[in-house]
């Protein structure tokens, strides 16, 4: 075995006011690595008080460092100052992993910088404009400064390189999923205390455009089961309330709001169907959530969530309102095909695991160390 390499790993946004799934994604990642004997991961955070909140917990064993200085002052320093570097906390490191946007200065040791999606770019309505300056800023520190760029999908590759970022320093390294144990005594829990005594279609995310509620409520009418529910699970985010559309469906309608992820769990596993529609995603989680907890997906086809299903989910247009219609009912309505979804969805998740993430990731390590 190669020389075991010490990885500084900057963990900021798990302190951020909604860490988001950068933040799990790279608590999750360190987990992965912590239980491998060729790394040795150290976090690097920013000046804080308290510990991160509990989304965002660090997994045990894992050393986390800071700086001198809070956020604020110390993302303006790194993309503006180009220092203080990572070591000043964690001493001598063989590679620096800047796991959120905020890109680190390249002082002493390669950079690897992880990119999830390029949001601001995509929407920037969503984005304010210091968000959006922020983002350039990393982008343009990351072009200038970082060895390698690991990008969770084929698509958010092809976004980072039509932003600027030299081909040859992209690495398509894909997320990975940990699923939850979940008994039938859980569903029928979360059942219960959601009040869904019928079978339901499950939609996971944010509320926001990108999203797609609309065409799937649009869907959801067309389909006219008057025995079948639609639940939306997830935070709101920006945009207009879905609340009349919604009011289409009547009592067949169930916007839940935030779902902790025990609940998320049961309810994935509950599901009839699990509906993704997005229009654009970096990588889209919740498809590979669904598929480890054997729930039958429909999602958008030609886009990153493609990617993930690796050909275990029903695929449509998710600007089709009649397709994705007529895609929910499929699997309603036949059963044998639902199984072989669930079955091959479990299958596509065995393949994409954070374990899988540690060894693709430490090979990027091992490629800048040298």
Not at 95 to 105: D, E, I, L
Request: with cysteine; aromatic share 4%.
């Amino acid at each position: 075995m190669a020389g075991r390499l010490r990885v500084a790993m900057t963990l900021e946004q798990c302190w951020h006011r909604v860490p988001g799934g950068t933040a799990g994604a790279a608590v999750e990642l360190a987990a992965a690595l912590l239980a491998r004997e060729d790394v040795d991961p150290v976090g690097v955070a920013a000046a804080h008080r308290r510990p991160p909140a509990s989304g965002a917990a660090m997994p045990r064993g894992l050393a986390v460092r800071q700086l001198p200085l809070p956020r604020p002052a110390l993302y303006e320093a790194w993309h503006r100052a180009r220092r203080p570097a990572v070591q000043r906390a964690t001493g001598p490191v063989d590679v620096v992993h800047a796991t959120g946007y905020a890109m680190p200065p390249r002082r002493g040791a390669p950079v690897v910088w992880s990119v999830h999606d390029l949001a601001w770019r995509r929407e920037p309505s969503s984005f304010t404009a210091r968000g959006r300056r922020f983002f350039e800023a990393a982008l343009a520190c990351a072009a200038r400064d970082a060895d390698l760029v690991l990008c969770s999908s084929e698509a958010t590759r092809a976004d980072a390189q039509a932003a600027g970022l030299a081909p040859g320093r992209l690495r398509v390294v894909p997320l990975g999923v940990r699923a939850r144990p979940v008994t039938e005594a859980d569903v029928a829990d979360v059942r219960r205390r959601h009040a869904l005594a019928r079978p339901y279609v499950l939609a996971v995310g944010t509320i926001e455009p990108r999203k797609n509620h609309r065409t799937l409520i649009e869907a959801m009418v067309r389909l006219d089961r008057r025995d079948v529910d639609l639940v939306l699970a997830g935070p709101a985010g920006w945009g207009p309330s879905l609340a009349s559309a919604a009011g289409r469906l009547g009592d067949r309608a169930r916007l839940l709001g935030f779902v902790r992820d025990a609940d998320l769990a049961a309810l994935y596993r509950g599901a009839e169907v699990v509906a993704y529609p997005s229009t654009w995603e970096g990588f889209g989680l919740p498809v590979l959530e669904a598929m480890a907890q054997g729930a039958p997906v429909v999602t958008s086809k030609g886009t990153s969530t493609e990617e993930v299903a690796g050909g275990a989910a029903v695929l449509v247009d998710p600007l089709d309102a009649d397709a994705l219609a007529a895609a929910v009912t499929r699997v309603l309505d036949d059963p044998a095909l639902a199984e072989r979804l669930r079955a091959a969805g479990r299958a596509r998740a065995a393949e994409l695991t954070w374990e899988r993430c540690a060894e693709r990731t430490v090979a990027a390590y091992r490629e800048v160390a040298g």
